[in-house]
């Protein structure tokens, strides 16, 4: 083939964060924890400092993590929600997370989704959006989450997919913020010579 | 890694649609017809009637086709555009098309972005979009393209993406009014017990 396949990897040290895949995760805050967990190591290891992870939301039992890899997999589209539906579909064989006989899925995520991500949900298939950090909180040190539509939570829950925003936001907030103290790439698009804003 | 890495490979056949690699597309025409012709193709492959392609916007050369892989690759993220786009950073190994000293990039794509590739886009650091069919041709056989934002051509123009609706429109939606004439699976997730609308 002429052109090259996609290949996104999670980094090696996901596995030190995720160090017993047989734990259940019985809450959304224990869910939640784990997705900023992943987001902070990222962050100290030249990733975005997103986290997100896809959960059987009734037993707990963890699909897929993700993390951000737009810079290390030269990958516009690799935000971590995207990467933990794509890995948790790969697991299951479904492109389709609500798909009969599966068990009902949920993703949680350290910030809310970008105006990608947020359409990445509606496809995927999951009954639940767990948010941490708000998109102003990623937007106040510079990246840009794009537009969504203004009642994006509500056009979900018509789509059947719950939403629970702000779990732990002052603690996700912080890995953005220390993000940003530390001078860390604000890696957004179009920086050449016509940036666009 | 107890998780598996996400692999997007483009099928065989691309090669056939795409058969000189050295040929220049001059004219956004020309560029549709090889997005209608991967649509087209992939219809009759068991694949989504949709495709998409990267080219230079002033050489006119080919960085990447796309074709929808979701129901054959189990990744409901896996559209076209966000194929082509990721593949065209693959190939140049950087994640923002725009970067210097790249020259400029378009997005050429059968039908308009859904509500996740209109965010793709503005991640991709292309400077052009140019769309053949609507969304609503493709809601008009079944496809749920999404909630995008009332004004989202104005706000990929804002970002420094011109956009070019409606080339070939007719010849556009006709791939998909075929693939809706022979009974192909229009495959939104959340099909299960809970199937949201």
Known sequence: MTFPSIELSLPAWVEEVVDDTTKRFATAEQRMRLAIALAQRSS???????????FEIETGRLVAPGVNLVVPAHC???????????????????????ADPLPAHQLVTST????????????????????GARGEDATQIGFDEGPKPDNWVQELKQRGI??????L???????????????????????????GR
């Open 44 to 54: 100290e290891e030249g990733g975005g400092p997103f986290g997100a992870a896809v």
């Open 162 to 167: 719950a939403v629970h925003r702000d779990l």
């Open 112 to 131: 809310e989704p970008c105006a990608q991500c947020f359409g990445a949900t509606l496809w995927s298939g999951v009954r639940s959006l767990v948010c």
């Open 76 to 98: 516009s589209a690799a935000h971590a929600e995207l990467v933990a539906l794509s890995i948790a579909q790969k697991v299951l064989g479904s492109f389709d997370l609500g």
């Open 169 to 195: 936001r002052p603690q996700a907030a912080e890995v953005l913020k220390n993000y940003a103290r530390r001078g860390l790439p604000i890696y957004n698009s179009r920086q050449g010579a016509n940036p």
